[in-house]
Every structure is written in structure tokens, then in C-alpha cells.
């Protein structure tokens, strides 16, 4: 049973440009939640996408949008990429249909941007 | 809004040393409370949870419960191991009306156990 997977696993960019980070939730999980985890920090949530929305949104500019597939997996996009924006992004997953709040997290994406 | 207050850290102990971790708690409504671990260059692992006051969760040794008039979910383990050191993360999720459970953090403990 695959958990959750996040491709790349790493990745440079620059400033002023543009990164799209996909998520693939464990088998069986309908939401998917994205959150950032600067260095030294606890992750913070972005936003949470549940049949093909986004349900659920935390204090983050426009420049962060996202999408959710109709197999479930999702993409997140950053725009106009800050020096500040350099963080681990981590997508998780659960089951909401059936009640379950627990999350699984994936490896994560490290995002460097210079 | 909800928030999570972790203890300073870090923490360095001995291997058998016994291990306290404080994690306090604000929430909006009636949270279910979790322990994530996370090893170094890896994602979150969910350790523990508890859903309701009084609860215990455990997982590996590790305890921690849900004390609802101090707020509070500990976490404890009688016995740490050198494979222990890692980051603890508390955490709470407030489901129910507009909320789709958003998972909040607190800042996280580094733990260092050494041989």
C-alpha cells in the first residue's frame, strides 16, 4: 500500500519564477492538505482541497493556489517566487468520507529559491 | 484562533533517561490532539493521538494524554533510545461547521539522545 508521494523531491528556482509541486495521497484518502515548513519551524497550513476544491484556506497570498484531480492527487502553485518562500512543502492526506481526520504526511518537496 | 505551545527546546538526554515533552493547547472548539515525529531530512510520522478528554494514545513507548481542564497533552516515554532523536511536533485539528480540519502546529522540540 503506497502512502503518500510528492515529486520532486527537490528543487532550485529563482526569483520572480514560477514552481508547481505535486502530491499523489495515500490509496484509499479523498482531501489533501498542503503545508510549509520553513526551517526550524513547524509547518503551517496552506489550504485543503476536497472534491476538487479548495475547502479550507490559511494565511497565505494569492500566489499560492492549488488544484485537486479527479483521482485525488493534487498540485500546488507558487507564483512570483520570494527569497522567503525557500521551505519544505509537505502534502497530506486522509480519508474524510469516512470520518477520519487523522493526516499522513509524504516525504516532502524542498524548495530552495535564490 | 488555535494555537499549540511546545517547551523550549532542545532537549539532549541520556540513553534510559525518561523523557517529558510539554505541549499546551488553545482551540476554538473540541480538538483531537496528535504527536508527529520527524527524523531528519524526512516528512512528519504520526506518533500518537488522543480524540477526547482522558484519553491515552501510544505508540513505541511513547505516552501522552489528553487533559482537558490544564489543556495539555504531554508527551512522555520512561526509556529513550538513541534512535529516538529526532523532532516532536504537537499538533491539534478542530473539525465540525466550516472547519475541514486544518492541522495546527506548535513550533517543535529537537531531541537528542546520547549513547
Known amino acids: 500500500d503506497a502512502g503518500v508521494t510528492q515529486s520532486p523531491t527537490h528543487l532550485i528556482k529563482t526569483r520572480g519564477q514560477q514552481v508547481t509541486l505535486r502530491c499523489s495521497p495515500k490509496s484509499g484518502h479523498d482531501t489533501v492538505s498542503w503545508y510549509q515548513q520553513a526551517l526550524g519551524q513547524g509547518p503551517q497550513f496552506i489550504f485543503q482541497y476536497y472534491e476538487e476544491e479548495e475547502r479550507q484556506r490559511g494565511n497565505f497570498p494569492d500566489r499560492f493556489s492549488g488544484h485537486q484531480f479527479p483521482n485525488y492527487s493534487s498540485e500546488l502553485n507558487v507564483n512570483a517566487l520570494l527569497l522567503g518562500d525557500s521551505a519544505l512543502y509537505l502534502c497530506a492526506s486522509n480519508r474524510l468520507a469516512g470520518g477520519s481526520n487523522e493526516q499522513f504526511f509524504g516525504p516532502g518537496t524542498r524548495l530552495t529559491v535564490l | ?115
Request: glycine letters at 12%; a negative charge; one cysteine or more.
Open chain 2, 1 to 115: 484562533g488555535d494555537s499549540v505551545t511546545q517547551m523550549e527546546g532542545p532537549v539532549t538526554l541520556s540513553e534510559e533517561a525518561f523523557l517529558t515533552i510539554n505541549c499546551t493547547y488553545t482551540a476554538t472548539g473540541y480538538p483531537s490532539l496528535f504527536w508527529y515525529v520527524q527524523y531528519p531530512g524526512e516528512g512528519l510520522q504520526l506518533l500518537l493521538k488522543a480524540t477526547k478528554a482522558d484519553d491515552k494514545g501510544s505508540n513505541k513507548g511513547f505516552e501522552a494524554t489528553y487533559r482537558k481542564e490544564t489543556t495539555s497533552f504531554h508527551l512522555e516515554k520512561g526509556s529513550v533510545q538513541v534512535s529516538d532523536s529526532a523532532v516532536y511536533f504537537c499538533a491539534l485539528i478542530v473539525a465540525g461547521g466550516t472547519s475541514y480540519g486544518k492541522l495546527t502546529f506548535g513550533q517543535g522540540t529537537i531531541l537528542t539522545v546520547h549513547p
